[in-house]
């Protein structure tokens, strides 16, 4: 199975700073179709989870331009450019390369 | 709009069986691949099955391998867990959610599996 590890655990930040977070794999994720199967997901308090960026850097449809992602291969980055109190919940990345799928521990955001 | 509703979570006991059903509304159920994905209260998500769009298609996580059986009826838009030999660590929020591009773009808001004696 795939490992997904991510760091920080927990992640305190002051509003309208940037905040990153690091998801590495213990397999590459690049499929033959050239698309690096990582997810970021994010889970607001009392909520679903809700994706952020599929293929490592497409950011999802509403999902505002703050977030970005990056990376390729085994290591992947979620950035905030700018915080915004709304931000705050647990954030996942997941491997969709290869059943079974796996998600990283999370990691949770809050604001300082 | 699109929306998902599971149903079906109860209390069981050890070694009982349930099954869960996920309704899909608002869009084209038969044409987007499922995933039944769980999550112990207070702590991480963690995958549980999927299924394509024929339901020909399945995988499951190890944990579950062998006991749970995910399908789904495109007559009726519904996509089903059944879960067989319960154990206390199967107990969690169990969620279905569609999978576009191989992320999951909408989620249910979960249904609640317990099983204890």
């Known amino acids: 199975d795939i490992v997904m590890t991510q760091s920080p655990v927990s992640l305190p930040v002051t509003p309208g700073e940037p905040a990153s977070i690091s998801c590495r794999s213990s397999q590459s994720l690049l499929h033959s179709n050239g698309y690096n199967y990582l997810d970021w997901y994010l889970q607001k308090p009392g909520q679903s989870p809700q994706v952020l960026i599929y293929?490592?850097?497409n950011r999802a449809s509403g999902v505002p331009d703050r977030f970005s992602g990056s990376g390729a291969g085994t290591d992947f980055i979620l950035k905030i450019s700018r915080v915004q109190a709304e931000d705050v919940g647990v954030y996942y990345c997941?491997?969709?390369?290869?059943?079974?799928?796996?998600f990283g521990q999370g990691t949770k955001l809050e604001i300082k | 709009e699109v929306q998902l509703v599971e149903s079906g979570g109860v209390l069981v006991q050890p070694g009982g069986s349930l099954r869960l059903s996920c309704a899909a509304t608002g869009y084209i159920f038969s044409t987007y691949w499922m995933h039944w994905v769980r999550q112990v209260p207070g702590k991480g998500l963690v995958w549980v099955s999927r299924i394509n769009e024929h339901g020909t298609i399945t995988g499951y996580a190890d944990s579950v391998k062998g006991r749970f059986t995910i399908s789904r009826d495109n007559a009726k838009n519904t996509l089903y867990l059944q879960m067989n030999s319960l154990r206390a660590e199967d107990t969690a929020v169990y969620y279905c959610?569609?999978?576009?591009?191989?992320?999951?773009?909408?989620w249910g808001r979960g249904t609640l599996v317990t099983v204890s004696s």
């Open positions: 959610a569609r999978d576009v591009a191989g992320a999951n773009d909408y």
């Open positions: 997941m491997q969709g390369l290869q059943t079974p799928y796996t």
């Open positions: 293929w490592g850097s």
